[in-house]
């Protein structure tokens, strides 16, 4: 049995036209690494600005994991 489509009209605002917004986009870009079991996260403009590579992001978020160590095992005196 086939779904009949809606005729109802767009409830998007005019300003938010998708053909603008999706211009460029690629479907399914990430579809094969999301499926391997890959983290997407998509990182604010400062960030990425920051960080340009995956090798910098994974860089300073080990050291922040490193950091934390550092102080929690200095909370614990240890």
């Known amino acids: ?6 005729k109802t009209n767009d409830e ?7 053909r603008q ?3 460029g986009a690629v479907r ?17 403009p400062d960030v990425r600005q920051a960080f340009r590579t995956e ?3 994974n860089e300073a978020l080990r050291l922040v994991i ?10 614990r005196g240890t």
């Open 1 to 6: 049995m086939k779904k009949r489509k809606s």
């Open 12 to 18: 998007l605002r005019p300003e938010y036209d998708l």
């Open 21 to 23: 917004l999706l211009q």
């Open 28 to 44: 399914g870009k990430y579809a094969k690494r999301f499926q391997a079991g890959t983290n997407l996260v998509l990182l604010d």
């Open 55 to 57: 090798k910098a992001v």
């Open 66 to 75: 490193e950091l934390r160590r550092v102080g929690t095992s200095r909370a």
